[in-house]
């Protein structure tokens, strides 16, 4: 039985990663686009898509209830600062109205009760892409060194203590040393201010926010994080295994073998190095 996949489409390849694999699963996907975040070309890969602005909440349940949608997913990231200018519908204002910050998490947890309440299920977009789920270990020819190892350690309660607070996922490390905190520029933008900030030997950690639901805004990296990390002098990159997403995994693993820089999957604590 073909069923109809919703998906709320945000920026990058991620939704289009997702629809492809909706359809390779004999599925139909019905893909919401967000004007200003996902890329045009979205149109292309599936003949059910609704181009909504930023807050038309209304607008996207009604899309999905008259085409007989049960399941949804979300798929890419929101710009931070291009959503502060979001102009709400009558059914996002009543939403926003009763919530006392509007946080990441906050938010789209709210977004989810609203779809739950509606009687869609919100589920894991790593259902569809599985192969996307960062996997347990050292992952690059080099391993971590010892100072490395401890910069991790240090830093990896730290970032989860952050995200906890909502403030971001991802931290950048030297020496036992916080150097630079993600707030809404997004990691790529963090690891080039730890990069201006220090010289060398840089340890990146991102990690799955404690609170988060597991269904929207999983951590991710791929062969831009690796790149980026390279002009900033990071070294090593530590991520939270089978909670995060690992993009063009091979190739950015590849590169970071090129680069020698290490990059390492913990699944329950750093103390899983020693």
Do not use: C
Not at 153 to 182: C, H, R
Not at 260 to 269: D, P, R, T
């Amino acid at each position: 039985m073909v069923h109809r996949v919703g998906i709320i489409a945000g920026e990058g390849d991620f939704p289009f990663l997702v629809s492809q694999g909706v359809k390779d699963t004999g599925n139909e996907p019905y893909i919401v686009a967000i004007t200003g975040h996902t890329r045009e070309e979205i149109s292309a890969i599936s003949e059910n898509v609704l181009w909504i602005h930023l807050g038309q909440f209304g607008k996207l349940i009604n899309f999905f209830k008259k085409n007989n949608v049960k399941e949804i997913i979300f798929a890419g990231a929101i710009n931070k600062p291009k959503a502060l200018n979001i102009r709400p519908d009558f059914r996002a204002a009543k939403l926003l109205l009763k919530l006392r910050s509007h946080s990441d998490n906050t938010l789209l947890q709210a977004v989810i009760d609203e779809l739950l309440d509606e009687g869609f299920s919100v589920i894991p977009p790593t259902n569809y892409v599985p192969s996307l789920k960062t996997p347990k270990g050292i992952l690059t020819k080099r391993k971590p060194n010892k100072r490395e190892k401890e910069s991790i350690k240090y830093g990896w309660p730290i970032a989860k203590k952050l995200g906890e607070m909502d403030i971001g996922q991802t931290i950048v490390v030297k020496n036992k040393m916080v150097v630079a905190v993600e707030a809404m520029e997004g990691t790529n933008d963090t690891i080039q201010r730890a990069g201006s900030l220090v010289k060398g030997g840089l340890v990146v950690i991102k990690v799955f926010k404690p609170n988060q639901s597991a269904v929207v805004d999983q951590p991710s990296v791929g062969v831009k994080t690796i790149e980026i990390m390279k002009k900033a002098g990071a070294s090593t990159l530590a991520i939270e295994a089978e909670k995060s997403l690992f993009f063009e995994k091979d190739r950015a693993i590849s590169l970071a073998n090129e680069y020698g820089i290490s990059i390492v999957g913990i699944l329950e604590s750093p103390e899983e190095l020693d």
